[in-house]
């Protein structure tokens, strides 16, 4: 849960997740008399389909379960706050898409929902009525009237629950639960209107796909909690079982299930789309106030915010509409301050906008170093290891020269970052990540021929094992636990099964990259909309100051941007002919941010170049910089 003493989650994000709950309760009437519409259809007779209808709707009955309805809603809105997130995941390997899932916390999430889901469909089943509406009914036999389980409330109430399952499990690894800022501004009704048909038809199709898979589900294993509920409330079982051929061809029941899914995952995701429109609108912050304890409600501040990520990316979303179209505002961030007629405003903005650009650049340097440097060592590598006659085995103390080096995934507890990864690990890093793992081998052993000598230096490491483990030489102020026996790590680490699940995902690393490349657009298009703007609307001068500061860590960001467009993709590969050129289109949905971002930088800089004209030549920069500016002026770039 988020902390709520913040200002902005006080004063701004209550209020607007209030109002998102609201109208998600408000529309949810509709949803439900479409949904009794649908279900009471009789096309023969449309006189007796109306007043059926009306009659459910404005009945005691229709009523109270409507309200329940929207008491779930309500409660599955407000659940929405709890796992929200601004900046997009990127899983290094399955086995962290695995515990993103199953981690304590998110597990109860999803358990959480698979109550609600339940609760819902019966609540469903309650509007329906007939044999839909109890679980037990009266059914007539031989012997006289008995109770009966109605196997088809069973049905329905169990879907339910499966399709809690599916949308808790779905939040998470489609990243639903990640705000979407967008680029063009709508009013809210506006995105409501196009989302309906759009939530309603994707909604339908999805839930098609799912009810399919359910019918075997309960086909297979629905005997189970027919006969738990048969002996434990002393039933008698149903004239027509649903888990058999013939009850599984009951249309009206498929009729049933599938609108009932439907209606789930419609207004479950209205809820979440209204709560992410209400939280992403643009929030005016202050650019200057005279009191100091208001002085957190500033923007230069929310620029740098750190503990609340969403405040950071609303105070950027808006400096970067305040430079492009707020022409009083621009002025108040141009003006000095009183007294001593200093430009505060504007040196605290630039300031945060050039910090985040520079992170950026920091970043994608360090990684075409790191990729530049594992393309050398590999090439060294291949080339000594082709006078080698015999390398190291760890399970038979020598290898053939020409053997592929096994892969040795990273320890499961090892902290991610982008930088050391192994999806570049060089055959250097990977036998120093070796020796870590095994502890440093005597020089013999490497090259061991024999097996009494290495029989030997395995005796030795053996010994100095006993003395050391590899967890106290990492974490030597920790008691080493029961399970850091170097010999049970690494033979965990070979299995196939941990090898799949440790193997580095394609691109994983380059997306890391760019994973808040959101702030770094809009920081762009705020300080080149800023300059532009200066031209005519800067009266003191206060953006000249600063000129030479902006266009140099554009330009610098534009390189680092080019270099990186330019690497090969480095998806565990082993041989330099293995590399091959990025693609130019996107191939997962969080390159178009990637794409975004060149495209933005490039016109950040022409419409800086576009506005000055040559008066960029007397800019003072680094030569590489000033070739590239230049380039920009002539547009060849």
């Not at 990640?178 to 048909?197: D, N, T, W």
């Not at 680490?493 to 394609?506: A, D, N, S, T």
């Not at 909309?529 to 609307?537: D, K, R």
Request: hydrophobic share 40%; glycine share 6%.
């Amino acid at each position: 849960m988020r902390q709520i003493n913040h200002w902005y989650m006080r004063d701004v994000f209550c209020w607007r997740t209030g109002a998102s709950v609201a109208w998600s309760v408000l529309l949810q009437p509709v949803a439900v008399s479409l949904y009794l519409l649908l279900i009471t259809a009789n096309l023969l007779h449309p006189y007796q389909w109306i007043t059926d209808w009306l009659g459910v709707i404005f009945s005691l009955k229709g009523i109270g379960y409507s309200c329940l309805l929207g008491l779930v809603i309500c409660i599955q809105a407000c659940s929405n706050v709890v796992f929200y997130q601004v900046k997009p995941v990127v899983h290094l390997n399955r086995l962290s898409i695995i515990w993103n899932v199953i981690c304590p916390s998110r597990f109860l999430y999803i358990v959480f929902h698979v109550v609600l889901a339940g609760f819902f469909a019966s609540c469903c089943t309650g509007l329906i009525g007939g044999q839909y509406g109890t679980l037990v009914t009266i059914c007539e036999e031989e012997e006289g009237f008995k109770e009966c389980l109605a196997e088809e409330h069973l049905f329905l109430v169990l879907y339910g629950m499966y399709m809690g399952v599916l949308y808790g499990v779905n939040n998470f690894l489609q990243g639903s639960n990640c705000f979407e800022f967008p680029a063009i501004q709508q009013l809210k009704f506006f995105q409501v209107k196009g989302y309906l048909s759009w939530s309603l038809y994707n909604s339908a199709l999805g839930t098609l796909k799912t009810t399919a898979y359910f019918y075997l589900i309960y086909f297979i294993f629905g005997t189970i909690p027919k006969t738990w509920l048969l002996y434990n409330l002393d039933l008698h079982p149903p004239q027509l079982a649903v888990n058999s051929l013939r009850g599984l061809f009951n249309l009206h029941l498929f009729w049933s299930t599938w609108l009932t899914g439907t209606l789930l995952y419609h207004v479950w995701g209205l809820s979440l789309f209204l709560f992410k429109i209400f939280n992403t609108e643009v929030y005016r912050f202050a650019i200057e106030t005279s009191f100091t304890e208001a002085s957190d409600t500033c923007l230069y501040k929310a620029l740098g915010e750190k503990q609340q990520p969403l405040v950071q990316y609303l105070a950027f979303q808006d400096v970067a509409a305040l430079a492009e179209y707020s022409d009083g505002r621009r002025k108040e961030v141009y003006s000095l301050s009183q007294p001593g007629g200093h430009p505060n405003n504007w040196n605290r903005i630039c300031t945060e906008c050039l910090a985040m650009i520079e992170s950026l650049t920091s970043r994608l340097m360090t990684h075409e170093e790191m990729v530049t440097n594992g393309m050398a060592q590999n090439k060294r590598a291949s080339s000594e290891g082709d006078k080698s006659d015999v390398q190291l085995d760890p399970k038979r103390g020598y290898m053939a020269a020409g053997e592929s080096e096994p892969y040795i995934p990273a320890p499961v507890g090892t902290p991610y970052s982008p930088y050391t990864s192994s999806v570049f690990e060089t055959p250097t890093a990977r036998q120093r990540h070796l020796d870590s793992t095994l502890g440093q081998q005597p020089a013999e052993l490497s090259w061991a021929a024999s097996p009494s000598v290495h029989h030997r230096s395995h005796a030795r490491l053996r010994e100095e094992k006993e003395k050391q483990t590899p967890y106290q030489s990492r974490y030597p102020s920790r008691p080493a636990p029961f399970w850091a026996n170097w010999h049970l790590e690494y033979r965990i680490k070979q299995w196939r099964v941990m090898e799949y699940l440790l193997k580095p995902l394609p691109e994983a690393v380059n997306r890391s990259l760019f994973t808040d490349a959101q702030l770094h657009i809009w920081a762009l298009e705020a300080l080149s909309s800023f300059v532009a703007a200066s031209y005519h609307e800067d009266t003191y001068g206060v953006v000249q100051g600063s000129l030479s500061d902006i266009m140099t860590t554009m330009l610098a960001l534009q390189i680092a941007v080019d270099k990186h467009f330019k690497l090969p993709t480095s998806v565990s590969k082993k041989n330099l002919s293995d590399f091959r050129p990025l693609k130019a289109a996107p191939v997962h949905p969080d390159d178009g941010l990637r794409l975004d971002l060149k495209s933005t930088v490039k016109t950040s800089l022409h419409r800086v170049v576009a506005t000055f004209g040559p008066n960029l030549r007397n800019v003072s920069a680094a030569p590489e910089y000033k070739r590239r500016l230049l380039d920009f002026m002539e547009y060849k770039q």
